[in-house]
């Protein structure tokens, strides 16, 4: 049983930064696609970003976000900098370990964390 365990979430003021912990089973990392995902009030979960051989991220996050992990640690992250009050959300890590056809989809991701609140004020 695959294990997500996010953390790293809080308050910050808009253009501050934050880091985003996400800690994984052991054997996960680098076998796995991993993805993060973030989902609003009242909006459908978006896809933020994904390391599936190649990291990818999404319109609104490229250039601001960055993905990476440490394999000691069995930890991913997601760098997030100039952060904006759109960004506020529920922040999720996500892993399959299917053959990803459609990395962007949360269909596409069989394990996922419990999720941490990220809040932009203005």
């Known amino acids: 049983q695959v294990q997500l365990v996010e953390s790293g979430g809080g308050l910050v003021q808009a253009g501050g930064s934050l880091r985003l912990s996400c800690a994984v089973s052991?054997?996960?990392?680098?076998?796995?696609?991993m993805g993060w995902f973030r989902q609003a009030p009242g909006k459908e979960r978006e896809w933020v970003g994904t390391w599936y051989f190649s990291k990818s991220y999404s319109e609104s996050v490229r250039g601001r976000f960055t993905i990476s992990r440490d394999d000691m640690k069995n930890t991913m992250y997601l760098q997030m900098n100039s952060l904006k009050p759109e960004d506020t959300a529920i922040y999720y890590c996500a892993a399959s370990g299917r053959v990803q056809t459609a990395p962007m989809s949360p269909q596409s991701y069989d394990y996922w964390g419990q999720g941490t609140q990220v809040t932009v004020s203005a």
């Open positions: 052991e054997g996960v990392l680098g076998v796995y696609a």
